[in-house]
């Protein structure tokens, strides 16, 4: 079983920073992605940002140069630095991991979400 924990959501300005951070935990043997994704009402999930084991990094358009997702293998966290933050970053956010399990099962696993917020 693998769980993944999200942390550090809230609300902000516009403008303002926020840092989000998913541990992942549980029968892990090998993590190959970590991403954020995030879906606002009435909008469908959308990638937000990805690293693919720790060494390439992927974006969405709209969070390219304020957003970073850093990783840290060590503790299995991946963490997502949102600077210049805008109303229409306001979301849901989950984090998800592609790992390999002890037991050599594959599987994609998601956190249960953390709410942003960003007002005008």
């Known amino acids: 079983q693998v769980q993944l924990t999200e942390s550090g959501g809230g609300s902000v300005k516009t403008g303002g920073s926020l840092r989000l951070s998913c541990v992942a935990s549980g029968s892990l043997f090998s993590i190959y992605t970590m991403a954020w994704y995030r879906r606002a009402p009435g909008n469908q999930r959308e990638l937000v940002a990805k690293?693919?084991?720790?060494?390439?990094?992927t974006y969405a358009d709209s969070v390219k140069g304020r957003f970073t997702i850093s990783r840290d293998n060590n503790s299995n966290t991946v963490t997502l630095q949102m600077n210049s933050l805008k109303p229409e970053d306001t979301a849901v956010y989950y984090c998800?991991?592609?790992?390999?399990?002890?037991?050599?099962?594959?599987?994609?696993?998601w956190g249960q979400g953390t709410q942003v917020t960003v007002s005008s």
């Open positions: 690293t693919v084991s720790g060494v390439s990094t």
């Open positions: 998800t991991a592609d790992v390999l399990t002890f037991e050599r099962r594959t599987g994609n696993y």
